[in-house]
């Protein structure tokens, strides 16, 4: 009997042990669902996308507060919100009907006619492989970028083995794909705890130098009134 190491895939050695015969339920397109003005800007200075739990209550208690989106898909958690100065931002709650390459093409003409692009994305500080990291920050910000401005951001490009998966890098891979020189993927490996002025503070430094407004940095998490720790 040969033996194999944990998780390696083997494959049969014969075409005989494979079923070619699975019968896979045949693709119905599902319409867009959009509501609101879904007529796209003539300009579109910086076109921001936002996606995770942590990004989207930082951009809700810091920058939009009772704004109204422009537009939205309803059957594909994304909103569309105006922040002024041409700049949009972009938010993506869950993946509803849609996959994040759907929802790529949905939104190709607004990625077409930027002049910049941004994705931003968020994970667990426990995740980041660096083994030059000595101490423990509560947030780490890395990027990458096939834009010609990204030297101006002054971020340390993000280090192999670490991957970067979801909207966010859909789009830079769509970018790269159509060969358009203009989008910056930003990573924050953030502390699990819940969300102060501490862990979000790179988020909202980051947010600035995009230009972006920032109305106030006390952020509101709910999570904390839903433990049972009492004082």
């Known amino acids: 009997m ?92 869950e993946e509803k009907q849609f996959n994040t390459g759907q929802i790529v093409e949905a939104l190709s003409d607004w990625i077409f006619i930027a002049e910049n692009i941004y994705t931003i994305t968020t994970d667990s500080i426990c995740k980041y492989q660096n083994f030059d990291l000595v101490d423990h920050p509560s947030s780490v910000i890395r990027i990458i970028s096939n834009s010609s401005t990204r030297n101006t951001l002054e971020y340390v490009q993000l280090e192999p083995p670490n991957l970067v998966t ?29 969300l102060d002025f501490l862990n979000s503070g790179a988020i909202l430094s980051l947010l600035k130098k995009l230009k972006i407004k920032v109305r106030n940095s006390h952020i509101q998490d709910n999570n904390v009134l839903a433990s049972n720790l009492y004082i």
């Open 166 to 194: 979801g909207l966010g890098s859909s789009v830079l891979t769509y970018c790269i794909h159509m060969k358009m020189r203009k989008c910056t993927l930003f990573i924050a490996y953030m502390d699990i705890s819940p």
């Open 2 to 93: 040969s033996s194999c190491l944990f998780g390696e895939i083997v494959e049969p050695t014969t075409r005989a042990l494979v079923n070619e015969d699975i019968d896979f339920p045949p693709y119905v397109e599902v319409p867009q669902e959009w509501e609101g003005n879904t007529e796209v800007p003539k300009e579109v200075d910086t076109l921001i996308f936002l996606e995770t739990d942590n990004l989207n209550k930082i951009f809700s208690s810091c920058i939009i507060h009772d704004n109204k989106p422009v537009c939205k898909l309803k059957n594909g958690g994304i909103k569309i919100f105006n922040v002024g100065d041409d700049k949009y931002i972009v938010t993506f709650f």
